[in-house]
């Protein structure tokens, strides 16, 4: 008689369940990826707890949150983040430390395939998903023209790894309305309604415990009074054990709030099982 599966038996190889991303999802820095969070299998649980800090050009972020993954099939997560715009925040003239605060609660369903043990077929693991996102200061936001300051985004992801290669490759469509995904609010002067945007990753594997790599993530620019760029990094994860991982990125997130050139710094710590 076989012994019975370990509620958290953290079963999956390492570095399969990615890191937390700046929404919360199992991904990569930026983007989100179709593998489910954590190290449980299919006849267990994982999850993770985490913490970043996004340093720019006029602005910091801190964000921190936690998701499980149930039997390698649904994610849920919780994300918290707040975007301090410092010094910067008295020449929008919002006084200076003045910062907005964002909560976002996802779901994840794996719906077919796998990344890591269909080695023999090209057909990805695919993944659907949705996120709730609201932030605070409401009046502020539809003052410069947000329609909303909450509201739900919906994406595709479909993510491959290589063995063979040591690659990892990903792909996701998103449908939103988000500025800046959330923290300005969503929809704008410029439109109100939903459009695909795209989230690709590429992760070379130098070890099993250290990855590298890069993603590009496109934005909407829905704001009469500002711009919004596509998003893109670099980045180096390691894995110390299952438990604790480290991630540091470059990032470019292009203009915020008609501040351009916002380059610098992404910094992230997780734990989990």
């Given at each position: 008689?076989?012994?019975?599966?370990?509620?958290?038996?953290?079963?999956?190889l390492?570095?399969?369940?990615?890191?937390?991303?700046?929404?919360?999802?199992?991904?990569?820095?930026?983007?989100?990826?179709?593998?489910?969070?954590?190290?449980?299998?299919?006849?267990?649980?994982?999850?993770?707890?985490?913490?970043?800090?996004?340093?720019?050009?006029?602005?910091?972020?801190?964000?921190?949150?936690?998701?499980?993954?149930?039997?390698?099939?649904?994610?849920?997560?919780?994300?918290?983040?707040?975007?301090?715009?410092?010094?910067?925040?008295a020449?929008?003239?919002?006084?200076?430390?003045?910062?907005?605060?964002?909560?976002?609660?996802?779901?994840?369903?794996?719906?077919?395939?796998?990344?890591?043990?269909?080695?023999?077929?090209?057909?990805?693991?695919?993944?659907?998903?949705?996120?709730?996102?609201?932030?605070?200061?409401?009046?502020?936001?539809?003052?410069?023209?947000?329609?909303?300051?909450s509201?739900?985004?919906?994406?595709?992801?479909?993510?491959?790894?290589?063995?063979?290669?040591?690659?990892?490759?990903?792909?996701?469509?998103?449908?939103?309305?988000?500025?800046?995904?959330?923290?300005?609010?969503?929809?704008?002067?410029?439109?109100?309604?939903?459009?695909?945007?795209?989230?690709?990753?590429?992760?070379?594997?130098?070890?099993?415990?250290?990855?590298?790599?890069?993603?590009?993530?496109?934005?909407?620019?829905?704001?009469?009074?500002?711009?919004?760029?596509?998003?893109?990094?670099?980045?180096?994860?390691?894995?110390?054990?299952?438990?604790?991982?480290?991630?540091?990125?470059?990032?470019?997130?292009?203009?915020?709030?008609?501040?351009?050139?916002?380059?610098?710094?992404?910094?992230?710590?997780?734990?989990?099982?």
């Amino acid at each position: 008689m076989s012994p019975a599966p370990l509620m958290f038996d953290s079963g999956k190889l390492l570095a399969t369940g990615g890191v937390s991303n700046i929404e919360g999802a199992g991904g990569g820095g930026i983007a989100t990826w179709a593998l489910i969070t954590g190290y449980g299998t299919r006849d267990a649980i994982g999850g993770n707890a985490h913490a970043t800090f996004t340093g720019l050009s006029n602005f910091n972020a801190y964000s921190g949150g936690a998701a499980l993954g149930f039997y390698d099939r649904v994610e849920v997560s919780y994300n918290y983040i707040d975007f301090d715009t410092g010094n910067t925040g008295a020449k929008l003239g919002l006084g200076k430390g003045f910062a907005f605060h964002e909560d976002i609660v996802g779901l994840k369903v794996k719906l077919f395939g796998d990344a890591i043990y269909d080695q023999d077929s090209f057909i990805p693991q695919v993944a659907i998903g949705t996120q709730f996102k609201t932030t605070d200061h409401g009046a502020l936001l539809k003052a410069v023209g947000a329609k909303s300051n909450s509201g739900v985004d919906f994406y595709i992801a479909a993510t491959k790894v290589f063995l063979d290669s040591n690659l990892l490759a990903n792909v996701t469509v998103r449908m939103t309305k988000a500025n800046q995904i959330g923290i300005l609010g969503f929809g704008g002067p410029l439109d109100d309604s939903y459009r695909p945007q795209v989230e690709a990753s590429l992760a070379y594997l130098v070890s099993k415990r250290f990855v590298v790599g890069a993603e590009y993530r496109t934005m909407p620019s829905n704001l009469g009074f500002t711009k919004a760029s596509d998003w893109k990094d670099i980045f180096a994860a390691y894995f110390l054990t299952k438990n604790i991982s480290l991630t540091a990125a470059y990032v470019d997130l292009g203009t915020i709030a008609t501040f351009k050139a916002q380059r610098g710094v992404y910094l992230s710590v997780q734990a989990g099982f």
